[in-house]
């Protein structure tokens, strides 16, 4: 049931993530809403969903906020279509991973300024001037905790999260006295598609993710009373902020760089398995091929008999190292591999008799013959 028969929700980027969430919070709430990214289709489907489970309308504009003139674009057809909007979300971000000077494409950090930078810009200026008419209205900015850290290996991206919250954090100011409010979201990493989009999915930042339907409840909640800018989800989130403004840039830059890197190499456990595995298949190898051997041993002319023996001969010696390899992973490996390297030395002992066996008929002219 529409229980803000009047009101209107502007949101862009709400065909997924955090935009989405804040989306789903705002149609519960009865808003009619306004819902900007390029994926029309799921818009069109929240837009349905919304409309059963709530009863609230949807207008869907399917737009790439990232092309030139994009949000004066959006506002005409808001304009155009009578819908006035009493709150705006610029949620559309994107993010970009890697080395400002040598791995990055400016083409696409240009296409994230304009997005992240100068489309927020223009929709808060064209639809806070409506808003400042009427004395009334509520903008939410999606800055990040980044916006207050520099943030290596996604420079472009962070410096943009600091231009919008530093901008907000004016128009706070600018716009005192007034039934207006501007509000800063400041999310820790959360669990959307923005890492993998960004090309970060892989980075150590990702181990550890907020869910977006936390971070957009927080958010909601606080934005809903006007607060000023919201640290949404754990305490801890809300200490790094703090520590953040009293701690040396460098020493923050250093902090947020190790968070950027890429992930660990699987830890020593996952890595011996791995070992013992190979291990495991390569001795089963050389027992194969020492039984191949014995077999053709048997069938052989005594030329050929004089060669197999020589091979024999090569791979009990290969074996030999292999065994003095599974000893030394023993030494270094930990408990639990213990049962899978013994079971490793009985093959390898097997194919050691095996093999004994057949050098031991070697004449000592062997070597000389092949
Ligand atoms: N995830 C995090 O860790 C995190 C942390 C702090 C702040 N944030 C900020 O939160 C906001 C939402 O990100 P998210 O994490 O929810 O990521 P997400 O799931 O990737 O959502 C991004 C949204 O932005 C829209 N968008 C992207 N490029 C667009 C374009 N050129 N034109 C129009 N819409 C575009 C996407 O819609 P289409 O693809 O359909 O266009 C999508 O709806 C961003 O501003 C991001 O910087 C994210």
């Not at 929700?9 to 009865?30: P, R």
């Not at 190499?265 to 890595?271: H, R």
Request: aromatic share 8%; glycine share 6%; hydrophobic share 40%.
């Amino acid at each position: 049931m529409n229980t803000q028969e009047s009101k209107t929700a502007l949101i862009t980027g709400a065909s997924s993530g955090i935009g989405q969430e804040l989306a789903k919070l705002f149609a519960k709430d009865g808003y009619n809403l306004v819902l900007v990214a390029r994926s029309t289709d799921k818009l069109n489907e929240l837009g349905a969903q919304f409309w059963d489970e709530y009863g609230v309308e949807t207008t869907v504009i399917t737009k790439d906020l990232s092309e030139e003139n994009a949000a004066q674009d959006v506002y005409n057809q808001v304009k155009d279509k009578n819908i006035r909007v009493d709150i705006l979300v610029n949620d559309a971000g994107v993010g970009l991973y890697g080395k400002f000077a040598t791995e990055t494409d400016w083409e696409r950090e240009k296409s994230l300024i304009h997005l992240n930078v100068l489309t927020t810009t223009l929709m808060t200026k064209l639809f806070l001037k409506d808003m400042v008419e009427r004395n009334e209205g509520k903008i939410l900015n999606l800055a990040s905790l980044v916006s207050v850290t520099p943030m290596p290996l996604m420079a472009v991206y962070g410096a943009t999260k600091a231009y919008i919250n530093n901008f907000t954090q004016s128009l706070i100011n600018e716009l005192k006295g007034t039934n207006i409010s501007v509000t800063a979201l400041m999310p820790n990493a959360t669990d959307t598609d923005f890492f993998n989009k960004a090309g970060a999915a892989n980075t150590k930042v990702t181990e550890n993710l907020d869910d977006p339907a936390v971070v957009a409840k927080d958010a909601y909640n606080a934005f809903i009373k006007g607060a000023h800018k919201v640290v949404p989800g754990s305490f801890a989130n809300k200490a790094l902020e703090v520590v953040s403004y009293i701690t040396p840039q460098e020493t923050l830059a250093e902090r947020m760089r190790k968070s950027m890197e890429p992930k660990d190499e699987p830890k020593t456990e996952e890595k011996n398995n791995t070992a013992a595995w190979t291990w495991g298949i390569s001795l089963a190898a050389v027992v194969l091929a020492g039984a191949a051997l014995a077999v053709l041993y048997t069938n052989s002319s005594e030329y050929d008999k004089l060669r197999y023996r020589y091979k024999a001969r090569k791979l009990k010696s290969g074996a030999d190292d292999m065994f003095g390899d599974v000893k030394e992973s023993l030494l270094t490996g930990l408990d639990n591999l213990k049962g899978a390297v013994s079971t490793a030395k009985e093959v390898v002992a097997k194919a050691k008799e095996t093999f004994a066996d057949a050098v031991a008929k070697t004449p000592s002219e062997v070597e000389e013959a092949v």
